[in-house]
């Protein structure tokens, strides 16, 4: 059979496919990162489907059986709480796996942060590099200076918490003057999206009680 990857809402819930509905409703089975969140969804769009929960902590133990269920003639989607699979949460081992064992493995078009935060930010986006969320501790300035020279548009992820940390040690690798842009909360009541300098952006964000997911656009290097 065949392992769907279907892209959930990262907020609105109008932004699930008629396919990814579809297919919901076809499968065997639907892998969750997480089964409480899935299910609120899945509730609302009238699903009811065994779930099992695939997540960080043990997709590398579960991604052989899955395929091997998937092998044996099963049907299987993988979600994650918001967006699309693999991009920054689990599947790209399970993915991996299944095309390990000559399965056919098949990823629906649908919502995911970066995009639409790309789009928004007015900075080129022919040519651009995503990086996900930066390590929280050992290894985050060393990648911050392998990027020192990026001539692309950079696309990073962060929680609410680091968004300030990230905006200085962008200033202090970049320059304060670097041209950027944060969205928090996309598709959401309170989605906003922040333009200008890193310090302006900065100075917006340093008093203010931050919420939701982040993604950073960072302007590449023009020297």
């Known amino acids: 059979m065949k392992l769907y990857i279907v892209p959930t809402p990262i907020g609105n819930l109008e932004d699930i496919t008629l396919r990814a509905i579809r297919i919901l409703n ?8 997480d089964t409480r969140k899935s299910g609120i969804l899945l509730k609302h769009l009238n699903i009811t489907k065994k779930m099992f929960a695939h997540h960080m902590h043990n997709e590398h133990k579960t991604a052989t059986m899955i395929a091997e269920r998937i092998a044996s003639g099963e049907s299987i989607a993988l979600i994650t709480d918001a967006g699309t699979p693999a991009i920054s949460d689990p599947g790209f081992l399970l993915v991996r796996e299944c095309i ?17 935060a790309l789009v928004n930010s007015g900075l080129p986006s022919d040519s651009f590099c995503f990086e996900g969320f ?13 990027l020192l020279n990026e001539s692309r548009t950079m696309i990073f992820y962060e929680s609410p ?19 950027a842009s944060v969205s ?3 598709t959401k009541m309170f989605e906003e999206t922040k333009r200008g300098t890193l310090q302006e952006i900065l100075d917006y964000f340093k008093d203010k009680t931050i919420k939701g997911e982040i993604v950073i656009v960072l302007e590449g290097n023009k020297n």
Not at 26 to 33: F, P, R
Not at 100 to 116: D, W, Y
Not at 134 to 146: M, V, Y
């Open 100 to 116: 390990k064992k000559g399965i056919e493995v098949e990823c629906l078009p649908g919502a995911t942060a970066f995009v639409p």
């Open 161 to 179: 918490h680091r968004l300030i940390k990230a905006l200085e040690q962008f200033i202090a690798f970049f320059g304060a003057d670097r041209k």
């Open 184 to 186: 928090r909360e996309l």
């Open 26 to 33: 076809e499968v065997d089975l639907i892998l969750a990162e």
């Open 134 to 146: 930066l390590p929280q501790k050992k290894g985050r300035q060393t990648k911050i200076k392998s």
